[in-house]
C-alpha cells in the first residue's frame, strides 16, 4: 500500500461519513480508495484493476470515463450551467429530455417531473398521488400499498415505502398509518411449500384483500419496482406483474413502477414495465441510468390521465413541489448524450443478446456446495448462497457470508455487491462474453476460496 493510499484511508476515516456507514468498517482496514474508472473498469490508488460488475451502483450503464460524455457536460456549461427551472422560463435540454423520455416511455406516459435522483423522483410521485387524488375530489384516497423487502431511497417518503429490513430502525420516523406493505414476492427460501401458481394466487389474494381492507376509496396507489433490486434481484412469479396491474385497475388504484433499477437498459428495453411484463403503468421513476451516473437525476415519468386532471382549470391551484436543480440543464444534457450512445451502440440489443449466455454461465456455479439459487434477467443478476441446500438454511447473518465472497473476489479484480447471503450484479450495457466469463470464473475460485475459510472457521 502506497503513502497516498494511506493517506487516503486515513482522511476518509476521518472525515467522510459515507452513505448506509457501517461504523465497523471505520474501525478496521476502512474504506477501498479508488481513483479511476475506465469503461467497465475501477483501478485503485495502488494501481490495482477491478472489472465493476456492479456498475457502480446499478447506474454506469454505458461503462465509465467517456470523452463525449464529457465534451457534452462541458459545452453545456459553457452555454448555460444553471437554469431557473420554474414555471416561467424553460431550459433546451430539459424540454428535450422530457420529450425524448415521452417517446420512449410506455402508453400515454408523457409527462415528466425532474428530480436529483432516485429517492426524490419517489417523494415527487407521492405528492404528485396525494395532489392527483385531491383535485379528483377523491380526498380519502390516501394509503399506499407497498412491499416487503423493496426499496425506494432514502428519503422520508420514500424508505417508509420501501420494506427492506433493517430500513425501518426504532431511532428513525416514518409514515406509518397509511403506508402499507404486503408479502415480497420471493418464493426461493420463504414459500417453497408452494407451487409457483399457488404462490401467484396467494399474493394477488393478499393485494386484493388488502384493499378491500383498506377500502378502494381510501387507497391511492400500489408501487413496485418490476425486479426488486436492493431487496435481492427478486423476480416475482409469472403473471404477477400482468395480475396485480390488473387488480389495481379494478381498484381504482394507481400503478408506480420505480424503475430506477430497471430502466434505461438494465433488462435490455428502455422501460421494463411494458416490454418485459407488458403493463402500462401509471407512473414511472427513473434515476441511475437515466444518465449512467455521470450527473444525478431522476425523473418521475406521468401519464396524460394524471396531467389532464390536475392542469385541468389549472384547479387555481400550485402543485408545491420541486427543487432548486429541478431540470438541471447540465444533467439533462447528460441524459440526452447518454440515451444517443444507447441509441448508437445498440446497447440494450447487446443486453438481449448476450443475457442468455451470462444467464447460462451463471447457472454452472449451481454444483458448488453453499450456491443456493441463481436468478436475474437481463443484466440484473443474483447469487444467493445457503448453508443448506436442501433445507435452504441460510448462514447466521453475522457471518456475512456474501462479503466473505465479495472480498475474495475484489482481491482478484472483481467488484461484485454483497448484500447479506448475496452476491449481486448490475454491470454496465457494454459487457462482453470475455468479461462474463471473467466474472463467472473469478466468482468460482472466489466461493471456493471462502469454502476453505469456511473449514477452518469449523463451519
Ligand atoms: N428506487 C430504487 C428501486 C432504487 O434501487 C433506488 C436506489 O438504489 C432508489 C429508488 C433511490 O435512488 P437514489 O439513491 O438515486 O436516491
Redesign the pocket.
Given at each position: 500500500m502506497n503513502s497516498f493510499t494511506k493517506e487516503i484511508m486515513q482522511k476518509d476515516k476521518d472525515h467522510f461519513m459515507h452513505p448506509w456507514t457501517i461504523f465497523d468498517v471505520y474501525k478496521t482496514d476502512g474504506a477501498l480508495p479508488i481513483e479511476t474508472a475506465q469503461g467497465n473498469y475501477l483501478e485503485d490508488t495502488d494501481g490495482n484493476r477491478y472489472l465493476d460488475a456492479v456498475g457502480g451502483?446499478?447506474c454506469n450503464n454505458i461503462g465509465t470515463g467517456r470523452k463525449e460524455m464529457a465534451d457534452a457536460i462541458a459545452e453545456q456549461v459553457i452555454k448555460m450551467s444553471y437554469a431557473n427551472p420554474f414555471v416561467d422560463m424553460t431550459n433546451v435540454p430539459a424540454t428535450l429530455l422530457a420529450a425524448k423520455i415521452a417517446e420512449l416511455a410506455p402508453g400515454s406516459l408523457n409527462h415528466v417531473f425532474y428530480s436529483c435522483?432516485?429517492?426524490?423522483?419517489?417523494d415527487t410521485a407521492y405528492r404528485l398521488i396525494q395532489y392527483y387524488q385531491n383535485c379528483r375530489g377523491k380526498h380519502a384516497k390516501k394509503h399506499i400499498i407497498s412491499r416487503d423487502m423493496?426499496?425506494?431511497?432514502?428519503?422520508y417518503a420514500?424508505m417508509s415505502i420501501g420494506g427492506k429490513k433493517g430500513d425501518h430502525p426504532a431511532e428513525f420516523d416514518f409514515i406509518d398509518d397509511t403506508i402499507h406493505h404486503i408479502t415480497a414476492p420471493k418464493q426461493y427460501g420463504q414459500h417453497e411449500d408452494k407451487s409457483e401458481a399457488e404462490f401467484l394466487n396467494f399474493l394477488l389474494n393478499e393485494l386484493e384483500q388488502k384493499i378491500l381492507t383498506l377500502g378502494a376509496d381510501n387507497v391511492a396507489a400500489f408501487f413496485a419496482?418490476p425486479i426488486?433490486?436492493?431487496g435481492g434481484v427478486i423476480i416475482p412469479p409469472v403473471g404477477y406483474h400482468k395480475k396485480t396491474w390488473e387488480i389495481c385497475k379494478k381498484h381504482d388504484v394507481l400503478y408506480v413502477s420505480?424503475?430506477?433499477?430497471t430502466g434505461f437498459g438494465r433488462l435490455g428495453h428502455w422501460f421494463a414495465s411494458e416490454d418485459v411484463f407488458d403493463i402500462q403503468p401509471d407512473i414511472i421513476?427513473s434515476?441511475?441510468g437515466l444518465t449512467s451516473g455521470y450527473l444525478?437525476l431522476?425523473a418521475t415519468i406521468f401519464s396524460d390521465q394524471i396531467w389532464d386532471e390536475i392542469s385541468e382549470d389549472g384547479h387555481g391551484r400550485c402543485f408545491a413541489h420541486g427543487f432548486t436543480y429541478s431540470g438541471h440543464p447540465v444533467a439533462c444534457a447528460a441524459a440526452l448524450k447518454n440515451i444517443e450512445i444507447m441509441e448508437r451502440e445498440q446497447l440494450l440489443e447487446n443486453v438481449t443478446t448476450l443475457a442468455p449466455y451470462f444467464k447460462a454461465k451463471l447457472e454452472t456455479l449451481s454444483d458448488l456446495p453453499i450456491v443456493g439459487d441463481i436468478r436475474g434477467h437481463g443484466f440484473m443478476w443474483c447469487v444467493e448462497f445457503v448453508a443448506n441446500k436442501e433445507t435452504c438454511e441460510l448462514f447466521p447473518e453475522e457471518m456475512d457470508i456474501g462479503k466473505q465472497i465479495s472480498n475474495h473476489a475484489d482481491a482478484k479484480g472483481l467488484i461484485v455487491r454483497p448484500v447479506v447471503h448475496l452476491n449481486v450484479m448490475s454491470p454496465p450495457l457494454t459487457l462482453n462474453k470475455t468479461e462474463i466469463d471473467f466474472i463467472v470464473n473469478t466468482l468460482r475460485v472466489s466461493i471456493e476460496a471462502t469454502l476453505i475459510d469456511l473449514e477452518e472457521q469449523g463451519y
Open positions: 451502483l446499478w435522483g432516485g429517492s426524490t423522483a419517489v423493496s426499496y425506494h431511497g432514502s428519503t420514500a419496482e426488486m433490486g436492493a420505480d424503475e430506477v433499477v421513476i434515476a441511475k444525478p431522476g
